[in-house]
Structure formats: C-alpha cells, structure tokens
C-alpha cells in the first residue's frame, strides 16, 4: 500500500532563504506526483504536477524534482517570501482509476 | 467562475442527525472526489466517480454514501453523525482518462462539519 511521508513537518526560515521540502513515497510505480499549497482555512491549489517520465518541473520560484526509482520528490522554493507561508503538499498518483495519495504536509512560516 | 464549488462552508449539527453537502463542477472533469481532512490536517481519500460511476470506496463506514447525478456533481449524505465525522470534506475533481489524464487535481474550498 502507498505511502507518503514528508519531512520536516513543520519549518521557520527568514524572508530571502532558499529551502527544500522533501518527500518519499513507497511504491516507486506511479503515473504522477502533484504539490499543493494550502493555506488557513482555504482549499488546496496546484502547484506542480510532474509525470513519472519527468525528472523536474518549474513554475515561477518554485522547482520541483523527482526520483522515480529512490521514491523521493523535492520541491525547491528559492527567494523565500512572507506570502509563501502556507501548507505544502505532496500527493502521488497510481495507475488509472486511482486516487491521490497525500503525505502530510509541511508547514511552512516565512518571516519577514 | 468557481471551478468546484461546495456548499455548504460550515455545517454544525446534533449527533444523530442526516446531512448532505453538494458538490458541483464546471471543469468539464470526469471523475470526482471526496476527501476528509482530519484535526491533524491529513487528507485522506473516501470516494471516487467517474462519469458517475463508483471507482473507489475506500474503508468508509456505509452512514456515509455519495451520490453522483451526472459527472459534474457529486454530493455527500451523512446518516446518523457522530462525534468522530467532525472534519473538513473537500470535495475535487480531474481528468482520469484520454490526453488528459495527467491533469492536476482541482479541489474546493471545503466544508468544515462540526458534530456536538
């Protein structure tokens, strides 16, 4: 049975660092692997989506890798503001007719 | 615009009692979703249609049953709630079949159900 894990759960930095989440899962054979951001009271919005036959994707200050066969995803956030604080999610999809398997989170504070 | 959209944002009921929370979406999307999100913030999947079909039924107890009328809704009727249903429901949707299949998931907002 997938498994999602994400370390660490919860973390601080100043506004301008650049920082890592991290995220393993068990079952290497997946289709894709989603980030999401929640934030207080709000639902959650795609980040990023990489396909299993993808190594990365990037939007904006936001990379994101992944290693299929070690099941481990990182999401890169570079420049860090205070509007990134939120919730991050990393969630990852088997075949066909499967849903979403999330991990359970990182909370993420950015001070200013 | 609201791409999935459930109602309502907050429930508060008595132990015991029936309720229902809609979900509708405008994406176009063929398959729905209904996840529960504890106190500690894990989600975790309850249902899955597609083209209002039921994919996935995950260890749910049967006082919950989803009912999709056609593919752009799927709704949530909770019989006999209890203390332990308190959570936050969100619905989502995606594309689960041809080109688009990897396609993000979608949620809503949710809907924070509060048993006393």
């Known amino acids: 049975k997938q498994e999602v894990t994400q370390i660490p759960a919860a973390l601080s930095v100043p506004e301008g660092e650049n920082l890592v989440l991290n995220c393993s899962f068990t079952?290497?054979?997946?289709?894709?692997l989603q980030w999401f951001r929640q934030d207080p009271g709000k639902g959650l919005t795609s980040l990023l989506l990489i396909q299993s036959s993808q190594r990365e994707q990037t939007s904006g200050r936001l990379n994101a890798s992944l290693d299929k066969s070690s099941g481990r995803s990182t999401l890169y956030i570079a420049a860090s503001q205070p509007g990134d604080s939120a919730t991050y999610l990393c969630?990852?999809?088997?075949?066909?007719?499967?849903?979403?398997?999330f991990g359970k989170g990182t909370t993420l504070s950015v001070s200013s | 615009d609201t791409a999935v959209s459930q109602t309502p944002k907050y429930l508060v009921t008595q132990m015991g009692n029936d309720k229902s929370i809609k979900c509708e979406q405008n994406l176009g999307h063929d398959t729905m979703y209904w996840y529960k999100q504890d106190s500690k913030k894990f989600l975790k999947i309850m249902f899955s249609?597609?083209?209002?079909?039921?994919?996935i039924n995950e260890t749910v107890p049967n006082r919950f049953s989803p009912k999709s009328p056609d593919k752009a809704h799927l709704n949530l009727h909770i019989n006999s709630l209890e203390l332990g249903d308190s959570a936050v429901y969100f619905c989502?949707?995606?594309?689960?079949?041809?080109?688009?299949?990897?396609?993000?998931?979608?949620f809503g907002n949710g809907t924070r159900l509060t048993v006393t």
């Open positions: 249609y597609n083209n209002k079909e039921l994919i």
């Open positions: 969630a990852v999809k088997g075949q066909a007719g499967t849903a979403l398997i």
């Open positions: 989502a949707s995606s594309q689960d079949r041809g080109v688009a299949y990897n396609s993000p998931l979608h």
């Open positions: 079952d290497s054979a997946i289709y894709n």
